[in-house]
């Protein structure tokens, strides 16, 4: 990483923790990819204090995310890669996704990158850059669900480190279906969040580390510290004390709760549909992370079953 005070990053032996606590830095980007079992893979990188005016990282909009299907007997592996274009250097990590005898549950394995300069995508133009040294791991074993933190390049003059913050999920793909033809229901209807400002009472919240900044899904949550989780859905859930709570419209969604009103503000339109909609939200404790994080944090649930065993 330069300026023009010729200020640079070196690659670090990167460490890798998961975030209880997240850090205060300015995004640079993101990646992601799914395999064809469910398995989905998402990466925010972050520079952590944020960049000043002037410096420059030649690694932005250069990082990117793979994966090799699961194959007899072997688990899917994710293989998230960063370039310098600068540098015409490469390196990374493999992230191995072993499922475990619960639906939707994983050990995950860091691993060095295995693949050559000349596999990665095209558009990166790497085939001749050199392989840096592999990342030296913690021999830990994470699940999936947790927002794992790495660090990837420091700065020894200022203490500036980009971190990557990464997340394995299980979203099963949908297969179609060979039902008969039906209406278009209500519960149909997908949310799809991106890259989210918040308000609460007219006052900017801001925004905690996450590793997936675009989530779709028909149920997402919002954890706001010192307040509470709340899972959103365009429709009450039967045995769950939903509450009819805001609107939906556009590429806003808002609500009021115990007196406070919070506006959620999504980069893309949150339904496909135009018009105003009813949102119901059901409130829940945040998690210990959570309420350590110097702002809102967000994600999207399969289920409110999973909603609020999360926040046991």
Same mark, same amino acid.
């Given at each position: 990483?330069?300026?023009?005070?010729?200020?640079?990053? &070196?690659?670090?032996?990167?460490?890798?923790?998961?975030?209880?606590?997240?850090?205060?830095?300015?995004?640079?980007?993101?990646?992601?990819?799914?395999?064809? @079992?469910? !398995?989905?893979?998402?990466?925010?990188?972050?520079?952590?204090?944020?960049?000043?005016?002037?410096?420059?990282?030649?690694?932005?909009?250069? &990082?990117?995310?793979?994966?090799?299907?699961?194959?007899?007997?072997?688990?899917?592996?994710?293989?998230?890669?960063?370039?310098? $274009?600068?540098?015409?250097?490469?390196?990374?990590? @493999?992230?191995?996704?072993?499922? &475990?005898?619960?639906? %939707?549950?994983?050990?995950?394995?860091?691993?060095?990158?295995?693949?050559?300069?000349?596999?990665?995508?095209?558009?990166?133009?790497?085939?001749?850059?050199?392989?840096?040294?592999?990342?030296?791991?913690?021999?830990?074993?994470?699940?999936?669900?947790?927002?794992?933190?790495?660090?990837?390049?420091?700065?020894?003059?200022?203490?500036?480190? *980009? *971190?990557?913050?990464?997340?394995?999920?299980?979203? $099963?793909?949908?297969?179609? #279906?060979?039902?008969?033809?039906?209406?278009?229901?209500?519960?149909?209807?997908?949310?799809?969040?991106?890259?989210?400002?918040?308000?609460?009472?007219?006052?900017?919240?801001?925004?905690?580390? *996450?590793? @997936?900044?675009?989530?779709?899904?028909?149920?997402? !949550?919002?954890?706001? $510290? %010192?307040?509470?989780?709340?899972?959103?859905?365009?429709?009450?859930?039967?045995?769950? $004390? /939903?509450?009819?709570?805001?609107?939906?419209?556009?590429?806003?969604?808002? /609500?009021?709760?115990?007196? @406070?009103?919070?506006? !959620?503000?999504?980069?893309?339109?949150? &339904?496909? #549909?135009?018009?105003? !909609?009813?949102?119901?939200?059901?409130?829940?404790? *945040?998690?210990?992370?959570?309420?350590?994080?110097?702002?809102?944090?967000?994600?999207?649930?399969?289920?409110?079953?999973?909603?609020?065993?999360?926040?046991?």
């Amino acid at each position: 990483m330069t300026n023009n005070k010729a200020i640079f990053f &070196t690659f670090l032996l990167a460490g890798s923790l998961a975030a209880s606590a997240y850090g205060q830095g300015g995004l640079l980007g993101g990646a992601g990819t799914s395999s064809i @079992d469910g !398995w989905k893979f998402t990466a925010s990188y972050y520079v952590e204090p944020q960049l000043s005016p002037g410096q420059h990282l030649s690694i932005v909009g250069q &990082t990117d995310v793979m994966h090799t299907e699961a194959k007899d007997g072997r688990p899917v592996i994710f293989h998230r890669f960063f370039t310098d $274009p600068e540098a015409k250097t490469y390196w990374g990590y @493999d992230v191995e996704v072993e499922p &475990t005898e619960k639906l %939707g549950s994983a050990l995950l394995r860091f691993r060095p990158f295995s693949l050559r300069a000349d596999q990665l995508p095209k558009q990166y133009h790497a085939a001749g850059f050199l392989a840096l040294p592999p990342p030296q791991f913690t021999t830990e074993t994470f699940r999936s669900g947790q927002t794992i933190a790495l660090d990837m390049l420091k700065n020894p003059a200022t203490g500036q480190k *980009v *971190v990557d913050y990464i997340e394995v999920s299980y979203e $099963p793909i949908n297969i179609p #279906s060979k039902a008969e033809p039906r209406d278009f229901e209500v519960a149909d209807v997908i949310l799809h969040i991106t890259a989210p400002s918040l308000r609460m009472n007219n006052g900017e919240v801001p925004q905690a580390i *996450v590793a @997936d900044q675009a989530i779709s899904r028909k149920l997402v !949550w919002v954890s706001v $510290p %010192g307040r509470a989780r709340f899972l959103l859905s365009l429709l009450p859930r039967a045995g769950y $004390p /939903f509450q009819k709570a805001g609107v939906v419209t556009g590429f806003d969604l808002s /609500f009021s709760w115990n007196g @406070d009103r919070y506006q !959620w503000h999504s980069r893309s339109a949150i &339904t496909e #549909s135009s018009g105003n !909609w009813n949102l119901y939200v059901l409130a829940a404790p *945040v998690t210990t992370a959570e309420a350590t994080a110097p702002g809102f944090s967000f994600g999207a649930v399969n289920s409110v079953e999973e909603f609020l065993s999360k926040a046991q």
